[in-house]
């Protein structure tokens, strides 16, 4: 999805950003990818809900692989799944519910939480209604956890889509300093971490340098 020749941003692109902005840039910039065991893994859990369709349940009707986006936020991408619930106050008579599939619980979930705020913006302008709430579901313990969309959280989403934005404006992958999380990054091979972390402190004192002699 994209209008006026503007880029867009991809909804996946938010969590990448919010773990490592060198990742985000390699990703969506460079368009490299390199699959492993938890990408994997996390690939062949969302095989299961990726097929578009949907289906009534009790008390609410579920969508799959539903197609997002916002003109506003010039954001776009697909939601795993959204549930609608009756709901008499919504001028359609329903409300949507997002609900993004995670592969395990994590102990920093706020990109996650970010990714789904963004899929509820996205729903709000398609609806002409407030989704005020969503939900992650994590396949391995089968448990959801409940997300209010408040306005902390949608500050948050909206500064980080700004930030992608700059980024792929920049058309540039930054240099970022190596950390522990690189280990766990799929893209550690082509990212080289402990290569570009030392360009990263030759870049940094050539700037120091420049700025002091001006």
Request: hydrophobic fraction near 40%; proline fraction near 6%.
């Amino acid at each position: 999805m994209s209008g006026g020749g503007e880029q867009w941003v991809a909804l996946s692109a938010l969590q990448h950003l919010l773990y490592c902005e060198r990742q985000a840039a390699l990703i969506h910039v460079e368009q490299l990818w390199r699959e492993d065991v938890n990408t994997a893994s996390g690939r062949l859990l969302h095989e299961r809900v990726d097929l578009p369709g949907h289906d009534a349940r009790p008390g609410r009707r579920v969508e799959r692989a539903v197609r997002l986006g916002s003109e506003r936020l010039r954001i776009s991408g697909r939601a795993d799944l959204v549930e609608y619930h009756p709901d008499a106050a919504s001028p359609t008579g329903w409300r949507p519910f997002p609900v993004e599939v995670k592969r395990a619980r994590r102990k920093a979930a706020e990109a996650d939480r970010v990714q789904l705020c963004a899929q509820a913006l996205c729903l709000e302008e398609m609806h002409g209604v407030e989704v005020p709430e969503g939900a992650l579901y994590f396949g391995a313990q089968h448990r959801r956890q409940a997300v209010s969309f408040d306005v902390t959280l949608r500050t948050r989403t909206e500064e980080t889509i700004a930030r992608m934005h700059a980024l792929l404006a920049q058309h540039r992958v930054p240099l970022v300093p190596r950390a522990p999380k690189c280990e766990a990054c799929s893209l550690e091979p082509l990212c080289l971490p402990h290569v570009t972390a030392g360009q990263r402190r030759v870049a940094d004192y050539l700037k120091q340098l420049v700025e002091h002699v001006g």
